[in-house]
């Protein structure tokens, strides 16, 4: 059995490898790659592998065409010829069960068993052009950390074009998740992302050392959500992961994506149903402070959670009153030394749901 036939035997779900094809310079001794799936994606992956060839460094791309219908196979082929960048596409068929996550795991599989010595295992989508320096910063930071991710960055003119309350929800939640992401490096604060930073973990730009993907167990087969997966897992075994700030993509704003769940069914979501519950890790700020406080109390590292349970999800009036109430416990929390934080969160469970009020300096001292 070839090494190609194991690796489709030992994917999660049925897979049938169609083809393997090579374009642009040959495959050597790259120390990096990076994995793009693709789902009918020949209108964007020319500017998406265009995008990752302005670095020039010594790099190679795999390109997972998944149950593709149209011509992404060969718009990649030629993409990587005109821009010289080391491509291998992989086709493979995932039956009706393939996704995001699925993709990612086969072409980081292929990775491994075409470039035995590949030492930094990179992934971003195909509707996204990476920022410049974008493989180099990666690289840079998986130097310090086992794992890097980037920020995304919403596709301006596309952007501009949504409707306005779409836009504004979005602004609300990321505000929102600013103060939770605060919140959480008050109470537990992470030497590899000193506050500010921007805490996200897409799949459109996650960067691994090798050893730490491979300790992790690959991406999980998952409809969506796998990105956060990955990187809670890594979290929860100690290892350093990055909210890097000079490592960002470009993402489309389509409403009609492939990926379920992913970015475009959630901007779709959000028009159609302007009430529909927000982000799957926003909570309440009481729930943020009583499992805040329970982790120190238990001489545990608190972070934030992804998904959250259903009955803890915020719908998009409760933003507003919620950032307000995170917004007072954080000024309360930051007016405190560390070493303090753990009682006055206790001090603040005792008063109850009303978190709306703002403590002084001398009153959390207390």
């Known amino acids: 059995m070839s090494a190609l036939e194991q690796i ?32 009918n994606e020949e209108a964007r992956i020319g500017a998406c592998l265009a995008a990752l060839a302005r670095d020039r460094e010594d790099l190679c791309v795999v390109v997972v065409a998944n149950d593709c219908t149209d011509g992404t196979a060969e718009a990649a082929r030629v993409a990587a010829e005109r821009a010289g960048l ?56 998986l130097g310090g950390a086992d794992a890097v991710c980037g920020h995304v960055i919403p596709e301006p003119e596309e952007e501009r074009r949504l409707p306005w309350p779409c836009v504004a929800r979005a602004e609300a939640e990321r505000a929102y998740t600013r103060a939770t992401l605060e919140f959480e490096s008050l109470v537990s604060p992470d030497a590899a992302n000193p506050w500010p930073h921007h805490g996200q973990a897409p799949g459109a730009s996650l960067g691994f050392t090798r050893a730490a993907y491979v300790a992790a167990g690959g991406f999980a087969n998952m409809d969506c959500g796998e990105d956060r997966e990955i990187i809670q897992r890594l979290k929860r075994a100690g290892r350093a992961v990055v909210h890097a700030a000079d490592v960002g993509v470009v993402a489309s704003c389509r409403v009609a994506g492939r990926a379920r769940g992913g ?12 009430d529909s519950l927000c982000d799957e890790r926003l909570m309440p ?8 406080e329970r982790a120190l109390r238990g001489g545990q590292t608190f972070r934030l959670i992804s998904p959250v349970p259903r009955s803890l999800r915020l719908l998009p009036w409760q933003l507003p009153g919620e950032r307000a109430r995170l917004t007072a416990i954080n000024a309360a929390l930051g007016a405190v030394p560390a070493a303090a934080r753990g009682a006055l969160l206790t001090q603040m469970r005792s008063r109850g749901a009303d978190l709306s009020w703002q403590a002084s300096p001398v009153q959390a001292a207390e």
């Open 8 to 39: 489709g035997r030992a994917m999660p779900v049925a897979t049938t490898l169609q083809g393997l094809s090579f374009a642009g310079p040959a495959l050597a001794r790259q120390a990096t790659a990076v994995v793009i799936p693709a789902l």
């Open 86 to 141: 080391a491509l291998c596409v992989v086709e493979a068929g995932f039956h009706g069960r393939g996704n995001a996550g699925v993709a990612r795991r086969l072409g980081m599989a292929v990775v491994q068993s075409l470039l035995p010595g590949v030492q930094h295992l990179l992934t971003s989508d195909a509707d996204c052009t990476v920022c410049p320096g974008w493989v180099a910063n990666s690289i840079a930071h």
């Open 263 to 274: 970015m475009a069914d959630r901007i779709a979501r959000h028009i159609a149903e302007p």
């Open 285 to 292: 700020a009481h729930a943020h402070l009583a499992r805040a």
